[in-house]
């Protein structure tokens, strides 16, 4: 299968394991709604809660 270049593709999830997805919904906030499931687990391993902050300017860093 082809995909243009730099789209984020989500893993298929299996049936019986939907609930991790959207337990890991339910536990993160509102604002990591568009980040990959990769990152969803990231988060969730090391206890982050938001987006990291510039240390100049104190704009979130985004990997869009």
Same mark, same amino acid.
């Given at each position: 299968? *082809? @995909?243009? &270049?730099?789209?984020?593709? %989500?893993?298929? $999830?299996?049936?019986? /394991?939907?609930?991790? *997805? %959207? =337990?890991?919904?339910? $536990?993160?906030?509102? %604002?990591? @709604?568009? !980040?990959?499931? &990769? %990152? &969803?687990? =990231?988060? !969730?391993?090391?206890? *982050?809660?938001?987006?990291? @902050?510039? /240390? &100049?300017?104190?704009?979130? !860093?985004?990997?869009?």
């Amino acid at each position: 299968m *082809l @995909e243009a &270049k730099g789209r984020k593709r %989500e893993p298929s $999830v299996k049936p019986q /394991h939907a609930y991790l *997805l %959207e =337990w890991m919904n339910n $536990v993160l906030p509102a %604002e990591a @709604e568009g !980040i990959s499931t &990769k %990152e &969803k687990c =990231w988060w !969730i391993l090391n206890g *982050l809660t938001g987006f990291p @902050e510039c /240390h &100049k300017c104190g704009n979130a !860093i985004r990997s869009d």
